[in-house]
């Protein structure tokens, strides 16, 4: 049985000051991503992985084309409906600032489920589970200024999780971690993967988590350059 | 949940959040200080004039304030002051007889105000006796006795024991002049009015003005009780029907006046300070958000929506303006009530001060009131301060705001 197209990127393009001097950040883009990928979305600095990964994910309207997630044509959405949809759908890991500084890791994860409204008791054990999976039950009271860059980006993961999101989109997850911090990462990304079917977006340009993904979309001045299948090592 | 990130966020930097709140602090300590301040001189002078000048209500005929002539009186008002003795919400009462005239020393001449008083209830009433400062109140059995303003004395070039001659109209409109003398100088609080204002005995002068003895020009109540004004205003309008009864505030408009510029005081300096700090606090306030630009993307981006953003900035704003001013107006109130009791000697302008009717020792005072008035216009402060960062933080995109370093 085929897997269904979770996000359907048509034909997107992005310009950047089209009034003053345009740049072309991304052009002529057709991208669909399948239920269950764990996708990197590769290429040199300035070729458009995390504009089009901006506009993947709902943050970002293109200048001319779609995008579609579950069904549902994001670019057409209103603001608050789009901010809405994200919360329900998509969870975010940035490279950096990801994190609500003065919450504590339990409270940063919860955040999201609060602002779903999830009951205390539920919110509170859903919280404590996604910390366990992705490894830190002993850092739950721990503000992000008390954890590592590593802990950090697994709390960032854990509450990208809270939602139950059928996407996760990574914007260079990897970028300020050590090697051993990456890894771990990174192994929890492909169990929550292959275990929850969740579909993984990443933008990046570290070797690490190109070798962890199953599909390679290489982006060159805004155009897909190549887009190819691989077993991850 | 809102609530406690906002509140989270006003301690990340604690400086910054401690010097805007001592700003508000400072800024509503002084404000209400100035308000006590002012309100104390002003109260002061209010209280000088009708404790000591004016009394709470006064008796006159209907057209002696129109023409200011001694054939305008009120009789039978030994049985008035009688009666009006017996009411309980009254403190004291006296009669007065006055007439306008002149003033001549054996160098020079002045417009006066002679005041025909009885000493005794006067003690009680204007308090003259507590200003002697030279001389006696009306102590000897002269009957010719005068005590007239150590300022007034000074410009006529006499001195305590020298003889001056009063001129005036009698009540059948003759020129009569009565030689008086100086009993006692005095000093009171209100310099300009030393000047002019001088007193002799009533009898002497009732028999100067040829005026029967039953009757009076004024007669003065003072209450024990403000609030039973209206109360004694009937009481006495019952008593004198054919009499024009005023209370302090129909007698003295400018009075009355100082009330209502008060008032008007309290807004616009409690507004200039205020207006001062809402430019400190959206300072900061845009300054805390312009360094969290990346933050607030990031919030915005997992599903805080633009109206929860906007609540937070406004909640972390106002919880700022709302620690301040409580306490600010909590040490203005601790000020003032210590002050209050204590006074502040500011003898050193009290030359210039008392020209104007102003005490030299000043106790701040400062009706509930005008704090509840303080208070309501620091909240609003507080939500005008708060819109503009809010509003900034709303201009913000997720994609633009993440990228940004």
Same mark, same amino acid.
């Given at each position: 049985?085929?897997?269904?197209?979770?996000?359907? =990127?048509?034909?997107?393009?992005?310009?950047?000051?089209?009034?003053?001097?345009?740049?072309?950040?991304?052009?002529?883009?057709?991208?669909?991503?399948?239920?269950?990928?764990?996708?990197?979305?590769?290429?040199?600095?300035?070729?458009?992985?995390?504009?089009?990964?901006?506009?993947?994910?709902?943050?970002?309207?293109?200048?001319?084309?779609?995008?579609?997630?579950?069904?549902?044509?994001?670019?057409?959405?209103?603001?608050?409906?789009?901010?809405?949809?994200?919360?329900?759908?998509?969870?975010?890991?940035?490279?950096?600032?990801?994190?609500?500084?003065?919450?504590? =890791?339990?409270?940063?994860?919860?955040?999201?489920?609060?602002?779903?409204?999830?009951?205390?008791?539920?919110?509170?054990?859903?919280?404590?589970?996604?910390?366990?999976?992705?490894?830190?039950?002993?850092?739950?009271?721990?503000?992000?200024?008390?954890?590592?860059?590593?802990?950090?980006?697994?709390?960032?993961?854990?509450?990208?999780?809270?939602?139950?999101?059928?996407?996760?989109?990574?914007?260079?997850?990897?970028?300020?971690?050590?090697?051993?911090?990456?890894?771990?990462?990174?192994?929890?990304?492909?169990?929550?993967?292959?275990?929850? @079917?969740?579909?993984?977006?990443?933008?990046?340009?570290?070797?690490?988590?190109?070798?962890?993904?199953?599909?390679?979309?290489?982006?060159?001045?805004?155009?897909?350059?190549?887009?190819?299948?691989?077993?991850?090592? | 949940?809102?609530?406690?990130?906002?509140?989270?966020?006003?301690?990340?930097?604690?400086?910054?959040?401690?010097?805007?709140?001592?700003?508000?602090?400072?800024?509503?300590?002084?404000?209400?200080?100035?308000?006590?301040?002012?309100?104390?001189?002003?109260?002061?002078?209010?209280?000088?004039?009708?404790? @000591?000048?004016?009394?709470?209500?006064?008796?006159?005929?209907?057209?002696?304030?129109?023409?200011?002539?001694?054939?305008?009186?009120?009789?039978?008002?030994?049985?008035?002051?009688?009666?009006?003795?017996?009411?309980?919400?009254?403190?004291?009462?006296?009669?007065?007889?006055?007439?306008?005239?002149?003033?001549?020393?054996?160098?020079?001449?002045?417009?006066?105000?002679?005041?025909?008083?009885?000493?005794?209830?006067?003690?009680?009433?204007?308090?003259?006796?507590?200003?002697?400062?030279?001389?006696?109140?009306?102590?000897?059995?002269?009957?010719?006795?005068?005590?007239?303003?150590?300022?007034?004395?000074?410009?006529?070039?006499?001195?305590?024991?020298?003889?001056?001659?009063?001129?005036?109209?009698?009540?059948?409109?003759?020129?009569?002049?009565?030689?008086?003398?100086?009993?006692?100088?005095?000093?009171?609080?209100?310099?300009?009015?030393?000047?002019?204002?001088?007193?002799?005995?009533?009898?002497?002068?009732?028999?100067?003005?040829?005026?029967?003895?039953?009757?009076?020009?004024?007669?003065?109540?003072?209450?024990?009780?403000?609030?039973?004004?209206?109360?004694?205003?009937?009481?006495?309008?019952?008593?004198?029907?054919?009499?024009?009864?005023?209370?302090?505030?129909?007698?003295?408009?400018?009075?009355?006046?100082?009330?209502?510029?008060?008032?008007?005081?309290?807004?616009?300096?409690?507004?200039?300070?205020?207006?001062?700090?809402?430019?400190?606090?959206?300072?900061?306030?845009?300054?805390?958000?312009?360094?969290?630009?990346?933050?607030?993307?990031?919030?915005?981006?997992?599903?805080?929506?633009?109206?929860?953003?906007?609540?937070?900035?406004?909640?972390?704003?106002?919880?700022?303006?709302?620690?301040?001013?409580?306490?600010?107006?909590?040490?203005?109130?601790?000020?003032?009530?210590?002050?209050?009791?204590?006074?502040?000697?500011?003898?050193?302008?009290?030359?210039?001060?008392?020209?104007?009717?102003?005490?030299?020792?000043?106790?701040?005072?400062?009706?509930?009131?005008?704090?509840?008035?303080?208070?309501?216009?620091?909240?609003?402060?507080?939500?005008?301060?708060?819109?503009?960062?809010?509003?900034?933080?709303?201009?913000?995109?997720?994609?633009?705001?993440?990228?940004?370093?």
């Amino acid at each position: 049985m085929m897997a269904k197209t979770i996000i359907d =990127a048509h034909n997107v393009s992005k310009v950047y000051n089209p009034k003053t001097v345009p740049v072309h950040a991304v052009q002529n883009v057709h991208v669909h991503i399948e239920e269950g990928e764990f996708v990197a979305l590769v290429g040199p600095s300035g070729s458009g992985k995390s504009t089009l990964l901006n506009m993947m994910g709902g943050l970002d309207e293109p200048t001319i084309g779609s995008v579609i997630i579950d069904d549902v044509e994001i670019t057409s959405l209103a603001e608050n409906k789009l901010i809405d949809f994200r919360l329900h759908n998509i969870g975010f890991v940035f490279q950096s600032f990801n994190l609500i500084p003065v919450l504590t =890791a339990k409270e940063n994860v919860g955040f999201v489920l609060q602002l779903q409204n999830v009951p205390k008791e539920e919110r509170e054990k859903r919280v404590m589970q996604l910390l366990k999976e992705v490894g830190l039950e002993d850092k739950i009271n721990s503000k992000p200024g008390e954890l590592s860059g590593g802990q950090q980006q697994r709390v960032a993961v854990a509450r990208a999780l809270a939602s139950k999101p059928k996407i996760i989109l990574a914007d260079e997850p990897t970028a300020n971690l050590d090697s051993k911090s990456a890894g771990n990462l990174l192994d929890i990304m492909a169990k929550l993967n292959k275990e929850e @079917k969740i579909t993984f977006l990443f933008s990046t340009h570290d070797m690490r988590v190109i070798k962890k993904a199953r599909r390679v979309i290489t982006l060159v001045d805004g155009k897909i350059d190549s887009d190819v299948q691989q077993i991850p090592s | 949940m809102l609530i406690q990130i906002a509140w989270r966020n006003i301690w990340r930097n604690k400086t910054r959040s401690f010097v805007v709140i001592s700003s508000i602090i400072i800024g509503l300590w002084a404000g209400v200080f100035m308000l006590a301040f002012s309100w104390g001189m002003y109260k002061n002078n209010i209280d000088d004039t009708v404790f @000591k000048q004016l009394s709470h209500i006064q008796i006159h005929h209907p057209l002696f304030k129109e023409e200011t002539d001694s054939k305008y009186s009120i009789p039978n008002t030994d049985q008035i002051l009688q009666k009006l003795r017996l009411n309980k919400d009254i403190a004291s009462v006296s009669s007065r007889i006055i007439s306008s005239g002149m003033i001549t020393s054996p160098t020079t001449a002045s417009g006066v105000k002679i005041y025909g008083i009885n000493p005794v209830e006067e003690e009680k009433q204007i308090g003259l006796n507590e200003h002697v400062r030279q001389g006696a109140y009306f102590k000897s059995a002269k009957q010719n006795e005068i005590l007239i303003g150590e300022k007034l004395a000074k410009k006529l070039k006499i001195k305590l024991k020298s003889k001056v001659v009063l001129t005036f109209t009698n009540i059948e409109n003759e020129i009569v002049s009565g030689a008086f003398r100086v009993g006692g100088l005095y000093r009171s609080k209100n310099i300009s009015l030393d000047e002019v204002n001088v007193y002799v005995k009533q009898n002497y002068l009732k028999d100067l003005l040829e005026l029967d003895n039953s009757n009076s020009n004024e007669i003065a109540i003072l209450l024990k009780n403000e609030e039973q004004m209206e109360v004694v205003k009937a009481y006495s309008i019952n008593l004198v029907p054919n009499g024009k009864v005023e209370d302090w505030k129909e007698l003295s408009p400018e009075l009355g006046m100082v009330i209502e510029s008060f008032n008007l005081y309290t807004y616009i300096i409690t507004g200039i300070i205020l207006l001062a700090l809402t430019f400190g606090i959206v300072n900061t306030m845009l300054m805390s958000v312009l360094e969290r630009v990346r933050e607030l993307g990031m919030l915005m981006a997992i599903g805080l929506n633009k109206r929860k953003i906007f609540i937070m900035i406004m909640l972390e704003t106002l919880y700022l303006t709302l620690i301040g001013c409580p306490i600010g107006l909590l040490v203005g109130w601790l000020t003032n009530n210590f002050l209050g009791e204590h006074g502040i000697n500011i003898s050193m302008f009290s030359e210039g001060l008392a020209s104007y009717g102003f005490s030299s020792v000043i106790y701040p005072a400062l009706d509930y009131e005008k704090y509840v008035i303080v208070a309501v216009m620091c909240f609003f402060t507080a939500i005008l301060a708060a819109i503009y960062p809010a509003y900034k933080a709303l201009q913000l995109n997720p994609s633009e705001a993440i990228r940004k370093i």
